[in-house]
Structures are given as C-alpha cells and as structure tokens.
C-alpha cells in the first residue's frame, strides 16, 4: 500500500517561506513523476508544479512561477516544495500526488497525500 504523507504547513507573514516535504512509503514509486497540487476554500483544487523521476524536467503553474521550487531525493523517498515570497493568495490546503507521467492533470494522478495546511498572513 502506497502512501504520501505531506508535512511542513504552517502560518506565515506575508512575504515569508516554508518548505513542503512528501515522503512515500509502501513501496518505491519507481519511475513516477511528482506532483504538488493546492485547495483554497471554496475553490477547486488546482495544479501548482510537477517533477520527473530524474528531476531533470520540472513545470510550474504561472501563479507560483519564480517563487517556489519543486525538488526530490529519491534516495529518501522525499519531494520538497519550497515556497518563496508568500502572498495571501497562496493559502490552501497543498497535496502531492505520483503518477507515472509528468502532467498537469488532477484525474490522472494515481496516488495521494492528506494535505498541509499552508496559511498566509497579510
């Protein structure tokens, strides 16, 4: 049994930074790419940046473009977001998925997390 367990959310100012780990368990995702998708109150939840098993190939929505940082270590199992120049905007509930392709699509995604609850101050 596959699981991704997010950690890392928190409260922050306005024009701070956190860093988002998921780490995978049950079974090396071999080859998936990763994902990190986010669900703001009443809003649909929606794709923010996505990374290849090598980590070579990366892709970020234009909202978050220049200020957060997707990462892995397959060696620990872990992928990273790291969350620069927080806006209030940014506040959602963040979730990482695996899939065996690199995508923007929410439906094609295989496996995921709970969430972490990201919260922006202004």
């Known amino acids: 049994q596959v699981q991704l367990v997010e950690s890392g959310g928190g409260l922050v100012q306005a024009g701070g930074s956190l860093r988002l780990s998921c780490v995978v368990s049950?079974?090396?995702?071999?080859?998936?790419?990763m994902g990190w998708f986010r669900q703001a109150p009443g809003k649909e939840r929606e794709f923010v940046t996505s990374i290849s098993w090598s980590g070579s190939s990366t892709y970020y929505a234009d909202s978050v473009k220049g200020r957060f940082t997707i990462s892995r270590d397959n060696a620990k199992n872990t992928v990273y977001l790291q969350m620069n120049s927080l806006k209030p905007e940014d506040t959602a509930v963040y979730y990482c998925?695996?899939?065996?392709?690199?995508?923007?699509?929410?439906?094609?995604?295989?496996?995921w997390g709970q969430g972490t609850q990201v919260t922006v101050s202004s």
């Open positions: 049950g079974r090396t995702l071999s080859g998936y790419a």
């Open positions: 998925a695996a899939n065996q392709i690199m995508t923007t699509r929410e439906s094609a995604y295989d496996y």
